[in-house]
């Protein structure tokens, strides 16, 4: 009878011992599998979404039930930035302007959108690269002699005042002048009388720009309304 149990006692402590190892070692591995499987299911979730990294709206959106939407496939709208073309405008100048395009120069704008306005502008950075010249991917090689166009040196500008760019419509087209500012080399004693008078006709041929470009802010509406019939 001792015997007998002294066996029921070593059954049951074999039976402890056993959901030992399987609350310790087992059920631990089960658990990280299925945390593993979860993860991957997410995973496989979020590859059926398509998400933008910025806040905007999709406008010209034409897709029809069965089309496929992806990065890599034919877009079936075109996603616009809430913030696209309302706090900056972007302008480019002749590349013989690269050396004189610093940020923070002042600069001035007139958009067809917003007409018979002057709006004044600051300089914010200069691209440090002109975008002519690259080569793209291809069946054809394509020869340099054949770039007919030179590019531009393309400047961010923002407006100089809070508000600047109210009622101006994003995408507008704008005529923009940048002015240089000479008046502390001119008054230096040590620039000479030879520089200082090719710095005084500078900036007055900046100040025709200005003249000019407020000529042209007045003139747009009436080429564009009267003049060309529209």
């Not at 015997?3 to 089960?30: H, I, N, Y």
């Not at 502008?121 to 793209?136: C, E, K, M, N």
Request: aromatic share 4%; proline share 6%; with cysteine.
């Amino acid at each position: 009878m001792v015997d007998q149990r002294q066996s029921g006692v070593d059954a049951a402590t074999a039976t402890k011992q056993s959901a030992f190892l399987k609350v310790s070692t087992q059920l631990p591995a089960e658990k990280a599998r299925a945390e593993a499987e979860r993860e991957q299911a997410q995973v496989d979730l979020d590859k059926t979404f398509v998400r933008a990294g910025v806040d905007g709206r999709v406008e010209q959106f034409l897709v029809r039930p069965g089309d496929l939407v992806a990065q890599i496939r034919r877009p079936a709208g075109v996603l616009i930035p809430d913030e696209a073309g309302r706090n900056s405008l972007q302008a480019g100048f002749g590349q013989i302007e690269a050396q004189v395009m610093k940020p923070g120069m002042i600069a001035e704008a007139t958009c067809i959108s917003k007409p018979w306005r002057i709006i004044p502008l600051v300089v914010t950075s200069v691209q440090d690269f002109i975008a002519a010249g690259q080569v793209r991917a291809g069946e054809l090689l394509i020869d340099p002699q054949n770039l007919q166009k030179p590019g531009s040196i393309l400047v961010f500008l923002e407006p100089l005042y809070e508000g600047g760019l109210e009622g101006v419509t994003p995408g507008s087209s704008c005529i923009v002048n940048a002015y240089t500012n000479n008046h502390d080399v001119i008054a230096d004693p040590k620039t000479g009388a030879l520089k200082g008078f090719a710095l005084h006709a500078v900036d007055a041929t900046g100040l025709v720009h200005a003249l000019l470009l407020r000529i042209q802010a007045l003139l747009l509406p009436i080429k564009t309304l009267v003049l060309s019939g529209h």
